[in-house]
């Protein structure tokens, strides 16, 4: 395996994309990366796109011919599935396909167009990450699995309801300086516990919203990359899955799969959780994003709740987490939002993020699919691999 | 002679139903639908009021005011989307019953919320054209929300009319439409309740052709949004024409008049014009008045008016705007249900 590295990254605004189609968006966001990376269309050798529902949502499907066609790449174009994961599966492939040598240069994109369809059947379609016999079948919708996760801790270990409410606020006033993220305005706990309730103890603020958007990125092999003005390097990857339904697994408070994915990539990156100097974690409901900090190791199991009370995840804190906004504020076009992490990670290291930190060295992203059946990890540096 | 409204008339039916009322039948937080829509209460009709009730006694108010025999009235376009029949016009029947019938042009109009105004921009044609001396223009719904639907707690009923001629209490100093092919909100033939798309009605659709109105409305008149004195938009809720007028820089205190939609509702094609007949009431001679109405489908009608010395002499010869909203008797859900006949077999 070679040395890879992200030379290009574009994407739309997340948000209302009433004007736009799917393939609009492929278009914008993927020349953009193009545009970014100094390059031409002619040089990319692969294209990889990650959506998840594109047949429901906009009645296209075999996206990876569209996007391969839209954007004038006539090279091998294949599409990736994982639910909300989709977007870092593609991510992952690519990065396989250039570090095995098989192809020196390659184009990730993530898109999902899901305001063509009425709310009610955004939420059915996104039920079917869920087990369709099982969960789906009864009524169970993501907000409703999230919300017997988020019980089970609260009852377990006495995770209040307003530590839930910290994580949405901490998203929201990371968003503000984001020109990409669908909300850009800040949030108090009390407005987070003042919300309509969803799925309860969940409530509106908890949940991310329903979002058109694409983002893309271009990577290349060490060889070519090295000639790049800004490479940041892909470290490591990992993947793991579980069980499809809920109720199957051992916990309902803590993801294998994140774990699984989490040591895999530390593996390769050869790096410990704790060189990290941010992490774009999964908060498609704010649940998800403690139990997240518990499952990468950045706090005991249960403590999730306290670690954010006490500023961990600020901007300025321990670990930043979702410098940009993450999936609450930022918005979460599901197939689009694992590529979006991993861009925003790459602004990170590369100097040029909405909400710099000081020199970064190390990042990475967690991308959940499901409720916790599939979770993909990859890991960034500012150097290469030795 | 400047063309212009020569009388105006409203009419809001008097039964009301509370938010807190419909709420507590689909458990819904009365306080949080009431902020967000910026609604309290709603109009209902009487189970024999319609569309043409309500026209006719709009059109009566603004014959009184106009002080002319509905005999002089050349042409009368209501705009509805609750016509009672759908073959057999509205129209005919209001026009015999204010005496306007037979030397007079009819035809009912249809486009969602703005049909009143299109019948206001088609009668003040005429008249500048030569071809009438007084047309009569009409905006009236008693409109259908699902039960449990959002649009439940705002679809109300209610209705405005308008004499267009020459010596006008208000003259009509400009118009135009913004109109696009937008599906935002549609009810197919048949169907008891109508259909919408949900956050779709607000920026691409409402927004969009309400401000594409105005700001084609203000390139054209050279005016600027400030330059007018009071501003009636379309309500489809109390928080839309708000924001709208706070996008414009109009000063919420231009708006607050003519917001009656707090107290009433939504009354749909009779919105925007009785949200004017409440401005009509108490502007001076000399104001100027910003109009625009919204319609799903969709489209946005504007205008610029000024209000005359006539005002004063005629606007008293017929009940206020307010006084039918203040005019009011609460029903219960149930009541509401029967009068509307939501109950089926």
New interface residues.
């Given amino acids: 395996m070679r040395n890879v590295a992200v030379v290009g990254v574009g994407q739309t605004k997340f948000g ?1 994309h ?2 736009k189609s799917i393939r609009d968006m492929i278009i914008e966001a993927g020349l953009a990366a193009v545009r970014d990376a100094k390059i031409e269309r002619g040089d990319v050798q692969s294209l990889f796109i990650g959506c998840m529902s594109s047949g429901r949502y906009a009645g296209q499907e075999h996206l990876g011919a569209l996007a391969a066609d839209s954007l004038g790449m006539r090279v091998p174009a294949t599409r990736f599935e994982g639910a909300c994961a989709s977007g870092s599966l593609a991510f992952r492939n690519a990065y396989v396909d250039v570090a095995s040598g098989r192809h020196d240069c390659a184009i990730v994109i993530g898109a999902e167009k899901m ?1 063509d369809v ?2 009610p059947e955004a939420i059915t379609s996104l039920a079917a990450a869920g087990d369709q016999e099982w969960e789906a079948a009864i009524g169970l919708t993501f907000a409703g699995l999230y919300a017997l996760m988020a019980r089970k801790h609260m009852n377990d270990f006495g995770t209040t309801r307003e530590q839930l409410a910290m994580v949405s606020v901490n998203n929201h006033k990371n968003g503000v300086a984001n020109k990409n993220a669908q909300f850009r305005m800040p949030i108090s706990v009390d407005d987070v516990l003042k919300s ?1 309730i969803v799925a309860d103890p969940l409530r509106l603020l908890d949940c991310s919203p329903i979002t058109d958007g694409a983002a893309a990125l271009v990577i290349m092999s060490e060889n070519l990359a090295k000639k790049a003005a800004n490479p940041v390097w892909i470290l490591g990857s990992g993947q793991g899955s579980d069980t499809i339904a809920l109720h199957d697994r051992a916990s309902f408070t803590e993801m294998a799969a994140t774990r699984t994915a989490a040591k895999e990539a530390l593996s390769e990156a050869k790096i410990n959780i704790n060189d990290l100097n941010m992490i774009e974690v999964h908060d498609c409901f704010s649940i998800n994003e403690i139990i997240a900090l518990e499952d990468l190791g950045f706090c005991e199991k249960g403590k999730g709740g306290r670690f954010v009370e006490d500023g961990n995840i600020d901007i300025n804190g321990k670990i930043p987490v979702n410098t940009t906004g993450g999936l609450k504020a930022g918005g979460h076009p599901v197939g689009a939002t694992g590529v979006r992490q991993a861009i925003d990670i790459v602004r990170q290291l590369r100097g040029d993020s909405c909400n710099q930190l000081k020199n970064p060295l190390y990042g990475m992203n967690l991308n959940v699919g499901g409720s916790g059946a599939t979770a993909v990890v990859n890991i960034f540096g500012r150097e290469m691999k030795q | 002679m400047n063309v212009g409204i020569v009388g105006y008339g409203a009419y809001v039916p008097r039964f009301r139903i509370k938010v807190e009322e419909i709420a507590k039948v689909w458990n819904g ?1 009365a306080q ?1 639908i009431k902020e967000g829509l910026f609604v309290e209460e709603k109009s209902v009709p009487d189970g024999d009021e319609d569309t043409i009730t309500i026209s006719v006694e709009a059109a009566r108010n603004a014959l009184a005011r106009a002080g002319i025999p509905g005999s002089k009235i050349g042409a009368l376009y209501i705009g509805s989307e609750s016509h009672p029949y759908a073959v057999k016009p509205s129209g005919t029947v209001v026009a015999e019953a204010i005496g306007a019938v037979p030397n007079v042009m009819v035809a009912d109009f249809e486009f969602a919320c703005k049909a009143g105004t299109a019948a206001m921009q088609v009668c003040s044609a005429l008249v500048r054209a030569g071809d009438i001396e007084y047309g009569m223009a009409i905006g009236a719904d008693t409109s259908q929300g699902r039960p449990g639907d959002a649009l439940e707690y705002t679809a109300s009923a209610g209705g405005a009319a308008f004499v267009i001629g020459r010596d006008p209490l208000a003259t009509i100093d400009a118009t135009c439409s913004f109109t696009t092919d937008t599906p935002d909100f549609w009810r197919r033939e048949g169907r008891d309740y109508p259909s919408h ?4 009605t607000g ?2 659709a409402y927004f969009t052709h309400l401000l594409g109105a105005v700001n084609m409305l203000l390139e054209k008149t050279k005016m600027s949004a400030k330059d007018f004195d009071y501003v009636a938009f379309h309500t489809p809720n109390g928080k839309f024409p708000l924001r709208a007028a706070k996008m414009l820089g109009i000063d919420k205190e231009k708006l607050m008049p003519g917001l009656i939609v707090t107290k009433i509702g939504n009354t749909y094609s009779g919105a925007s014009p009785l949200a004017l007949t409440a401005l009509l009431d108490i502007a001076k001679p000399g104001q100027k008045i910003l109009m625009c109405s919204y319609g799903s489908g969709a489209g946005g009608d504007a205008f610029a008016l000024t209000v005359t010395d006539r005002i004063e002499e005629r606007r008293n010869k017929a009940p206020s705007t307010m006084s039918y909203v203040n005019k009011k008797h609460y029903v219960d859900y149930g009541t509401y249900v029967k009068l509307r006949r939501k109950l089926k077999e």
């Fill in positions: 209302e009433w004007d305001t009425k709310g309509s | 937080n949080a798309g949900a956050r779709f920026e691409p």
